[in-house]
């Protein structure tokens, strides 16, 4: 898939390019809340326990230690649930946005109505978007998110938004480390 602007399709929120293990699938959508418990609980795994931010006193991070132990507990069960059925597609280049996805073409079948997206490679459980049928242009598939859940969406940006942000500190550090 060749490398252009998609706002035309995606619209004017934050794209990012990125390599996915994303397919077709008959899984049920997942739920809104479940989608964010999923990004929470991966962004926790990722930032390592890291604390850069200020403690604000023993209660607060008392709160703060038992908030990311619940997270972290949730998401192990979700691991060991999706464990039984660990088959996964293979990762794709994509461009993805809050509001759809541009995928190679053939990705999906052209009446596919669920696509399953896996956010990180270490979690075999998906994120599973409705979507329309397939757009084909030259050699991509454009897809629009269907229907509408606003909680699955706002997961979905903010997770789109981390990969952004470290992508970019990945540019700044080639940059000042080169030159």
Not at 36 to 60: K, T, W
Not at 112 to 123: E, I, P, Q, T, V
């Amino acid at each position: 898939m060749s490398e252009r602007d998609w706002s035309d399709w995606l619209g004017e929120t934050l794209t990012v390019s990125t390599s996915l293990a994303v397919g077709p699938t008959m899984r049920p959508v997942t739920h809104g809340e479940l989608a964010a418990r999923l990004v929470d609980g991966i962004e926790l795994f990722e930032a390592s326990g890291s604390r850069n931010h200020p403690a604000h006193g023993a209660a607060d991070e008392t709160a703060l230690e038992l908030q990311r132990l619940e997270r972290k507990l949730d998401l192990l069960v979700h691991l060991l649930a999706e464990s039984l059925d660990p088959e996964r597609p293979p990762v794709r280049q994509v461009v993805i946005s809050r509001g759809g996805v541009v995928l190679p073409a053939g990705t999906l079948p052209d009446d596919a109505d669920r696509l399953a997206l896996y956010l990180s490679d270490f979690l075999p459980q998906p994120l599973v978007l409705g979507v329309e049928p397939p757009t084909r242009h030259d050699e991509a598939q454009l897809i629009h998110w269907s229907p509408h859940d606003d909680r699955m969406h706002d997961a979905l940006g903010r997770w789109i938004f981390r990969l952004h942000r470290r992508d970019v500190a990945e540019k700044r550090q080639k940059v000042d480390g080169g030159g």
